[in-house]
């Protein structure tokens, strides 16, 4: 047997295993299927399975785990995660069952391989996020929601929240990229957000520390009567892939510091549900002899489950019982109240996840000082509503549902549980952060069914399609916020840990850990990698992917120019293996530039970076791409510009030069050079 024959003999063998390792396993009888193939298995450098195992000192569920996980080249993950990437302010998308990091979205912040935040338009972009006169150069990413239609992912839109100012992005899972940024101005920060309707009619974003709305100010004093919170309904246009903000509304909400939202789906259509962890009313004050945040927050036993109509408060919004604050349109409390869109029900102590089952039937609370999951029925809270069944009402007159009658009961599963999601076969996964373990149990008959250790401080969960009205099971990724111990240390600061769990069969089995080394990575959602379509290429060729249509400025091959108009100097440039054209720019100091750039490419993976020295310029331009930069020539010089991207074997010969020839008066360095040979 040749080398050659031998390898390829060997791969089919493998991927006989690994066949046979997803219908057989079962106890991961790793040496026993080596011995099934006929040899036992060998490596290039030739050592057995076995050999393999020892050397590397791993057992059979590490192996069955590589199994599971290990992915040949070339072959696609079936699932994609989209997690927030907290404090990078961006989105970070991981490959499922084989946890490889495939991409990071920018959205918030600049990004230079992406070119996001160094063109006019992108630039543009993460300024309309700005807020309140400031330049906002970070974001806190938190919620990522896939669009949905029906209840189920339909694989073309991400919407992110940012929680530290309370921003909503959309990205476009054509190109995995960022389309808009809007922001309210009502809220100053937000942490119900980003979650849709069913059908994506809305994007739910909710305040969490209230704060007087649109910005004003109120001494903290007149926290009960000035500060308030809100849950605002960003309407999207699903053809347009846009949130309209004039069709967009707020509901003002009592300033109990709002939580995680969820949106009802199939029997609980048509509502919100939002938890809050401060129905005291406490906002710190450690040095003016109050309780500090932490207790202050966390003195009662019952927070207030809030349970808001959406489809009433768009009929409120027809009728035009609104007010304008800081320019949108809010339903004001007393009005919310009055037109019974907003009720109340008790939660336990200081809740986080407010979870709605796939059958919209259920609603699954966690609290976080509590030891259960508590899970509400929506068939009991509306028909409560519907006879007016009260306990009473909060200080703002929002009627509360009695607790008892209100549940259909709660699970023990541990102290600290967090945020629940679902599988196919109606079990569900609490994250249980003080405890460190995701539980499994059982929806059906609300009893605990299994434990698995997290490693360590899992704060969310996600689980493959697991919020949708039909997830998938298989999966469920447990978001560590520690990480302790399980990589190589990196100093002081340690990446976070997604950890993958197979939960196809009996038991949870931990498959993989990835370490997220960007930020706290809050949130995540898990979609079936073939419901994405994703783009290839830009076209028609000159598309700015931003107006998703080509640009008034794309450059034709052959026409490119450069061009003296009264706003400056018009540079029409292409980009095409392995040339710039024109690759010189004269301009005078002074000058505003304007490039325009088209990327003639539309070969797949056909990218040409483009950058200026000294100018803080770096495009990234994707086969048939087209960006436009301004910029002022205000330091003569020369100044080498190159392309960016490795893209041919003469990636080093695509460059140019910008020359800024000094004012009059100046000195040219030709000048300098005759000087200095005396010819002058
Ligand atoms: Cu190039």
């Known amino acids: 047997m040749t080398q050659s024959t031998a390898t390829a003999a060997l791969g089919a063998a493998s991927t006989t295993v690994v066949r046979r390792a997803g219908r057989l396993l079962a106890g991961a009888a790793i040496l026993a299927l080596a011995a099934l193939v006929g040899h036992p298995a ?37 699932y994609y995660i989209f997690a927030s990437g907290g404090h990078s302010g961006q989105v970070v998308v991981i490959g499922v069952p084989s946890m490889r990091i495939l991409k990071y979205i920018a959205v918030f912040t600049p990004e230079p391989w992406q070119g996001y935040g160094f063109g006019d338009e992108t630039d543009a972009l993460i300024e309309t996020g700005d807020r309140h006169g400031h330049p906002l150069r970070w974001a806190d990413t938190h919620h990522p929601a896939l669009s949905e239609l029906k209840g189920d992912y339909d694989g073309r839109y991400l919407f992110i929240g940012d929680k530290a100012n309370a921003r909503v992005a959309v990205v476009d899972l054509a190109d995995f990229a960022t389309k808009q940024i809007v922001s309210s101005n009502l ?128 009929q409120v919004v027809k009728a035009g019982k609104t007010e304008k604050i800081a320019g949108f349109t809010v339903i004001r409390l007393p009005v919310a109240v009055e037109e019974g869109l907003l009720h109340f029900v008790p939660e336990p102590k200081s809740p986080h996840g407010v979870d709605v089952s796939p059958d919209g039937k259920d609603i699954v609370v966690g609290g976080k000082l509590d030891t259960h999951a508590t899970v509400y029925s929506i068939e009991k809270i509306k028909q409560l509503i519907a006879d007016k069944k009260f306990e009473g009402t909060d200080p703002y007159g929002v009627p509360i549902l009695p607790f008892k009658e209100s549940i259909r009961g709660q699970v023990e599963i541990g102290l600290g549980p967090l945020h629940t999601v679902f599988d196919d076969k109606g079990n569900a996964y609490t994250s249980v952060f003080i405890e460190s373990v995701a539980a499994k149990w059982s929806l059906k008959d ?45 100093g002081p600061l340690l990446p976070q840990n997604f950890q993958l769990l197979d939960v196809s069969g009996e038991h949870m089995q931990l498959l993989a850990d990835l370490p997220i080394p960007l930020g706290e990575p809050h949130y995540a959602q898990m979609i079936k990698a073939d419901k994405l379509k994703p783009l ?58 304007h490039l325009h750039i088209t990327n003639l490419e539309q070969a797949y993976d056909a990218t040409h970076g483009f950058a200026i020295d000294s100018h803080n310029i770096q495009l990234s331009l994707e086969p048939g791409e087209h960006a436009n930069v301004t910029f002022v020539a205000d330091k003569p010089g020369v100044f080498p510009m190159y392309c960016t991207e490795f893209c041919s074997a003469l990636h080093l010969e695509m460059a140019g030069y910008l020359l800024v020839e000094p004012k009059a008066g100046g000195t040219t360095a030709k000048a300098d050079t005759t000087a200095a040979k005396g010819k002058k």
């Open 42 to 78: 060998r490596g290039a450098s030739g050592e057995s399975l076995q050999e393999l195992m020892k050397a590397r000192d791993l057992s059979e569920a590490d192996v069955t785990a590589a199994l599971k996980t290990y992915m040949p080249t070339g072959r696609h993950d079936d």
């Open 187 to 314: 809220i100053e920060s937000d942490h119900g957000g980003t979650f849709v309707t069913p059908n994506t009619e809305y994007v739910i974003e909710a305040s969490q520390y209230p704060a007087p709305l649109g910005g004003k100010y109120a001494p903290l004093e007149q926290f009960n009567d000035e500060y308030r919170g809100a849950m605002i309904f960003w309407k999207f246009d699903r053809d347009k892939g846009r949130i309209v903000p004039e069709q967009s509304f707020a509901i003002e909400l009592p300033p109990y510091a709002q939580d995680l939202v969820d949106a009802g789906k199939l029997a609980s259509d048509g509502f919100a549900f939002c938890n809050s962890i401060n129905t005291e009313r406490a906002y710190g004050g450690d040095l003016e002899g109050r309780p500090p945040m932490e207790s202050g927050y966390s003195q009662n036993d019952m927070d207030y489950l809030h349970v808001i109509d959406w489809k009433k408060a768009e």
């Open 446 to 490: 609300l009893k605990l069914i299994e434990k698995i250790p997290a490693h360590y401080n899992i704060g969310h969960i996600t689980a493959a399609e697991g919020d949708t009205v039909s997830p998938d099971g298989k999966y469920v990724v447990m978001m560590d916020k520690w990480a302790l111990d399980r990589f190589a240390p990196v």
């Open 536 to 593: 290839e290429v830009y076209k028609p060729v000159g598309t700015n992917p931003l107006t998703e249509t080509k640009d008034p400025h794309a450059v034709e091959g052959g026409k490119e120019r450069i061009d003296r108009k009264p706003d400056g100097v018009h540079v029409y440039m292409t980009a095409i293996r392995s040339h710039f054209t024109p690759d010189i720019i004269r301009v005078k100091e002074g000058e505003t530039v």
